[in-house]
């Protein structure tokens, strides 16, 4: 029975046993309190020192503060001054791009006025050749004849009349014709191959379309002008 007990004891499924000491729970309190306040004390020396290099204790702080605030007006008026360019940098900007637009106008405008100056020097061209002799009756003035393309010729001229003040209307018309080589022989179109009505008091422009005979190379453009009895006023030939 001993023996048994023994065992039992000294054996694993022998009972537990805890030793403790005995320390009274006031004592106890107080250890823990003083473990807090190290601890607190401890990380308030590790704040206190952190701020220490960081240059935030007392006046420090207050400096930091108001450099804090110096700079954030800083850069307020920065990005006032920024806006204010931007602003002066699009109206530049708007102002060169209608500069710009005003100038390709103006080279437009000149090379326009270049086109109506060389225009109105060959008008003035053709009617100095226009002007008349002295003299009264009616004449022809600045005959000019070109090719149209396919055996077709195009024709303009000045049918111009001198006289007194108060003269009546001329009435009458315009034939064209044409001479060439035929068969290596001359020819003269026995009728006209254009006729046109005139009626004017001082002068008239007359232009026009004809076409040559086929098979006749035009050499020679002859025009009269007609009054209303059929009689020939004014003769031009133009060599063609």
Known sequence: MRWRLLRRRLSISAPRMAVRSHLPWPLRWAAVAVMLGFSGALALW?????????????RDLAAQRELLTETRQQLDAIRRDRDQAQAIANSADSLLTAERATQRKLV?????????????????????????????????????????????????LLVMQQGARGQADFRGRVEVSVNGLRDGK???????????????RQYRRVEGLFAAPAGAPARQVQVRVLDEAGAARAVQVQAL
């Open 46 to 58: 590790a704040f206190e020192f952190g701020r220490g290099l960081a240059g935030l204790h007392g």
């Open 186 to 200: 001359p020819w003269l179109a026995v009728t006209p191959v254009l006729t046109q009505p005139l009626q004017f």
């Open 108 to 156: 437009e405008q000149v090379r326009a006025l270049e086109a109506e100056n060389q225009a109105l020097k060959a008008d003035l061209g053709f009617f100095e050749r226009l002007l008349p002799a002295s003299g009264e009756g009616l004449s022809i003035r600045g005959l000019q004849v070109e090719s149209a393309g396919a055996a077709q010729w195009r024709f303009q």
